[in-house]
């Protein structure tokens, strides 16, 4: 490249005073390709933020892998501290006993998902206690609060709201009955008093689970001597592939692994195709752009017409013409890509330090709008970017090549 060719490209892209109307369509352009660029940016960085922070919540009250029982009866209470010796990605295990229960107070009626879990061991694996905001963790573990007063229960923030109760109230589990024969009959009823109040985040998990110690759901649902499953903390919760297959081995037909993935694979799916529709969409503001780019490099070559002749005439060959309007496409799509990077960061940046829009959490999963910058997102959009403005300038520059020395003077 000579250096008149990006002189001419710098001249073309400040236009003159006599063509108005191509500075106008170079600014209205430039503008063009900076708004696709910083919406893209802004939108990613949202839609990254959604993902993170949801698995974020999940992983904070679910175990990476869930071993359950392949027919359904249970595992026999044991130490399975002998299936994980020698799996090195697995750092922790906690037995659970889990099912469904309607929980009535006197301030409604509610159906919930009853935990049993051993506080210490639970804690290791999911980290569930960290997610109290009133009462103890360790209350599940104290044998003195089980003498002479019903057994301690802790409740989801919103299924406590639901429920109109608070620490210290009491409230009655009722647990479905079934004979040999599958048939029901009347329910159990088991009292409890709220002893601490649970939020994870997930409005799923804060409107209908309950936590008890693991004995006391063994009790309750009838599961002596059993759990309902199994749960594993591994060292890295996204490499769950390997310890998956050899945790499986070790149980064999005795029961199924499943990772916290797995288990919520719709969600993610669902997220990764809104991200990728997304990035979609908001391109097409870079396309338009780009075509206003080529609307006006055709514009500056039909006014440029005597002056490419001249050049022409003066010895400029076909790719000299030709990349001069590159160029010249080159620079506004880098001005264009440059100053939307900036105002799509300075946007992202906004929203993660001021929480201007606040979310329905029973939709969303989130009560705030969560922004996470991944550089990878903002390179890509920015070379999407300028390829697809310098696919728009290959048209018109080719054009402003082929123009003939002679006949270009001669229709001036």
């Known amino acids: 490249m000579k250096f008149f060719e990006l002189f001419l490209a710098l001249r073309y892209l400040k236009g003159s005073r006599r063509n ?3 500075s106008l369509t170079s600014v209205i352009a430039v503008a063009g390709v900076a708004v696709g ?31 359950q029982s392949s027919s359904g009866t249970g595992l026999p209470e044991q130490d399975y501290s002998d299936r994980f010796a020698g799996i090195s990605e697995a750092e922790d295990w906690a037995p659970f006993v889990m099912g469904q229960a309607l929980a009535k107070s006197e301030g409604g009626t509610q159906g919930v998902v009853v935990k049993g879990v051993d506080p210490a061991q639970e804690q290791r694996v999911t ?17 003195a609060l089980a003498m002479g007063k019903a057994p301690p229960l ?40 709220v002893a601490g109040i649970l939020q994870t985040g997930l409005y799923d998990y804060d409107s209908s689970l309950a936590v008890v110690g693991l004995s006391t759901a063994q009790k309750i649902f009838n599961l002596k001597n059993r759990y309902s499953g199994i749960g594993v903390r591994l060292k890295n919760a996204d490499a769950f592939a390997g310890p998956a297959i050899k945790i499986q081995q070790r149980f064999s037909s005795q029961a199924m692994v499943r990772s916290w993935l797995g288990m919520n694979r719709p969600l993610f799916a669902a997220l990764k195709l809104e991200k990728i529709v997304m990035f979609l969409i908001l391109a097409l503001i870079t396309l338009v752009a780009a075509f206003t780019i080529l609307s006006n490099l055709l514009l500056v070559t039909a006014q440029r017409v005597r002056e490419i002749g001249i050049l022409r ?92 020395a002679l006949d270009a003077i001669r229709r001036i």
């Open 154 to 193: 802790f409740l989801g923030k919103e299924l406590a709201r639901e429920l109109r109760v608070g620490v210290g109230d009491r409230l009655l589990l009722a647990v479905p009955s079934g004979d040999a024969s599958g048939m029901s009959s009347l329910p159990f009823f088991f009292s409890f008093t």
């Open 313 to 404: 005439a003066m010895g400029a060959t076909r790719g000299a013409i030709q990349r001069i309007f590159l160029l010249k496409g080159f620079l506004m799509g880098l001005l264009g890509t440059g100053g939307g990077m900036l105002l799509g960061l300075g946007i992202s940046l906004l929203l993660k330090r001021y929480e201007f829009v606040k979310l329905p959490a029973d939709v969303y999963y989130v009560e705030r709008l969560p922004v996470t910058i991944v550089p990878g997102d903002v390179a890509l959009v920015a070379v999407a970017a300028v390829l697809i403005v310098l696919l728009a300038t290959l048209y018109p520059a080719r054009a402003a090549s082929r123009l003939d």
């Open 20 to 22: 108005m109307g191509g």
């Open 37 to 67: 660029v910083a919406a893209l940016i802004a939108t990613l960085a949202v839609m990254t933020g959604f993902r993170e922070d949801i698995r974020a919540k999940i992983l904070g009250a679910q175990p990476h892998l869930l071993i």
């Open 127 to 143: 980290g569930l206690g960290n997610k109290m905001i009133e009462g103890e963790w360790e209350i599940l573990s104290d044998p």
